[in-house]
């Protein structure tokens, strides 16, 4: 292996334990609460790497919900590929989130929290968020087509799901997302018998 191929797997290897620190810091107490040394503390990575690497906090926060969101969405959709009748397969969005939401240290979601922290004062942050949720946005409605329901119940299944994440934040419960798959059922049946 030569220097620079060297030189680059090492500065690749420093951003991923740097990111990998990040996102437990940031997704357990809160971007905000979670300064740069931190990750450094919990990472091993040098403050002068960790600056090397992401000259801003805001630029290490943009990489972690972009590499969150990758992630995030791979899971969903192996888990609702499992299924093969379309309507089942939007009901098993919310069964994902079910499970999502009983993990031991599920605090909301990650671009909510992030949005409300500094959405508001991060362009980069917000722009992330908004990729994120319409990306979610997107897949649900590819579901809802696959199914041969109306375009428009695509936005209000996005809603309960997003309700129920937000729900499912405060609560720190699995119910808010049975509610929402009983309403989505509810809204599927009323298209289909209404078409």
């Not at 997704?27 to 992401?54: E, I, N, T, W």
């Not at 379309?86 to 599920?106: H, M, N, Q, S």
């Not at 695509?154 to 009983?182: I, K, N, S, W």
């Amino acid at each position: 292996m030569d220097i620079t191929s060297a030189r680059e797997q090492a500065l690749a290897q420093a951003r991923e334990l740097a990111l990998d620190a990040a996102e437990q810091l940031f997704y357990a107490r809160g971007v905000q609460a979670v300064g740069m040394d931190d990750v450094r503390s919990a990472s091993g990575v040098s403050l002068k790497r960790l600056y090397q690497l992401f000259p801003a906090k805001e630029l290490l926060v943009e990489a972690y919900l972009e590499r969150r969101d990758v992630r995030w969405r791979r899971r969903l959709a192996e888990h609702v590929d499992r299924y093969g009748e379309p309507e089942r397969r939007i009901l098993a969005v919310f069964d994902w989130l079910r499970l999502w939401f009983g993990e031991p240290d599920f605090r909301g979601c990650a671009w909510i929290n992030a949005y409300g922290e500094l959405g508001a004062i991060s362009p980069r942050v917000g722009a992330q968020v908004r990729a994120h949720k319409k990306a979610f946005r997107d897949f649900l409605g590819g579901l809802v087509h696959d199914a041969g329901l109306p375009d428009a119940l695509a936005d209000q299944v996005c809603l309960l799901a997003e309700g129920a994440m937000v729900t499912a934040g405060v609560t720190r419960g699995t119910v808010a997302a049975e509610h929402a798959a009983t309403a989505v059922s509810t809204l599927v049946s009323s298209a289909r018998h209404a078409g």
